[in-house]
């Protein structure tokens, strides 16, 4: 999305905790600085988007997935709503309280399609982005009359390091090249919702219509 919000004309402020590879990217980039940053430390986040400056558009996309039955997942839970959900909170205080005195500017989430339906074995993983999903919908009505436009963003599989340690099939993987394109088109257009592919997102739509009992029945006939 940093490459391709570059191509795009942006200036870029780039927040992540791999300094090396965070400086990497930046110095391949016009325009652009990078500010290493753990997102779980709110401190650290608000003190790198006032060194920052005014922000246009704000992505929250940290993010940390682990697999496993909910019982034994406690602790990567955690992590997960550390990262995932509160670390988009903290980005979200940092930048939006500007953009409201500017009357101006956007703020996207990087949820899931995984956040529609709590999926087995993702338990922990579909919670945190559930999370995100409430909150970016509630966020997007109240901020509205004042200018300011939220976008929520579901994606399904991804080819990226956090994908390639699954060992289970993930239909209809997408390159990130053509993910951060569809992205950036819905966040410049405004969209409420940006939701692909499309076979995966209407399946999970349809999976949340289902009454409770054949969701359950479905869902272990498939483990």
Same mark, same amino acid.
């Given at each position: 999305?940093?490459?391709?919000?570059?191509? +795009?004309?942006?200036?870029?402020?780039?927040?992540?905790?791999?300094?090396?590879?965070?400086? $990497?990217?930046?110095?391949?980039?016009?325009?652009?600085?990078?500010?290493?940053?753990?997102?779980?430390?709110?401190?650290?986040?608000?003190?790198?988007?006032?060194?920052? &400056?005014?922000?246009?558009?704000?992505?929250?996309?940290?993010?940390?997935?682990? =697999?496993?039955?909910?019982?034994?997942?406690?602790? $990567?839970?955690?992590?997960?709503?550390?990262?995932?959900?509160?670390?988009?909170?903290?980005?979200?205080?940092?930048?939006?309280?500007?953009?409201?005195? !500017?009357?101006?500017?956007? %703020?996207? &989430?990087?949820? *899931?399609?995984?956040?529609? !339906?709590?999926?087995? *074995?993702?338990?922990?993983?579909?919670?945190?982005?559930?999370?995100? $999903?409430?909150?970016?919908?509630?966020?997007?009505?109240?901020?509205?009359?004042?200018?300011? +436009?939220?976008?929520?963003?579901?994606?399904? %599989?991804?080819?990226?390091?956090?994908?390639?340690?699954?060992?289970?099939?993930?239909? %209809?993987? =997408?390159?990130?090249?053509?993910?951060?394109?569809?992205?950036?088109?819905?966040?410049?257009? &405004?969209?409420?919702?940006?939701?692909?592919? +499309?076979?995966? *997102? =209407?399946?999970?739509?349809?999976?949340?219509?289902?009454?409770?009992?054949?969701?359950? +029945?479905? =869902?272990?006939? !498939?483990?």
């Amino acid at each position: 999305m940093a490459r391709e919000f570059s191509r +795009r004309g942006y200036a870029l402020a780039l927040l992540a905790r791999r300094a090396e590879l965070l400086d $990497q990217l930046a110095s391949e980039l016009p325009d652009t600085v990078a500010f290493p940053c753990d997102v779980t430390d709110s401190a650290a986040v608000h003190d790198a988007v006032k060194r920052a &400056g005014p922000i246009d558009v704000a992505v929250s996309n940290a993010g940390v997935g682990v =697999m496993g039955y909910a019982s034994k997942i406690i602790d $990567q839970a955690e992590l997960m709503m550390r990262v995932n959900y509160f670390g988009m909170l903290y980005l979200f205080g940092a930048v939006v309280p500007a953009m409201i005195e !500017r009357g101006a500017g956007r %703020f996207a &989430g990087i949820a *899931s399609i995984a956040g529609l !339906r709590g999926l087995p *074995s993702a338990s922990g993983y579909s919670a945190s982005k559930a999370a995100m $999903q409430a909150f970016l919908e509630s966020a997007r009505v109240e901020l509205a009359p004042l200018g300011v +436009r939220v976008t929520t963003v579901n994606p399904g %599989f991804i080819a990226t390091p956090m994908t390639e340690k699954n060992t289970f099939r993930m239909p %209809f993987l =997408m390159q990130a090249e053509a993910a951060a394109r569809i992205i950036v088109d819905g966040i410049e257009r &405004g969209a409420r919702v940006v939701e692909f592919p +499309r076979p995966v *997102s =209407m399946a999970m739509r349809f999976a949340r219509l289902l009454p409770s009992p054949v969701y359950d +029945r479905v =869902m272990r006939m !498939r483990r």
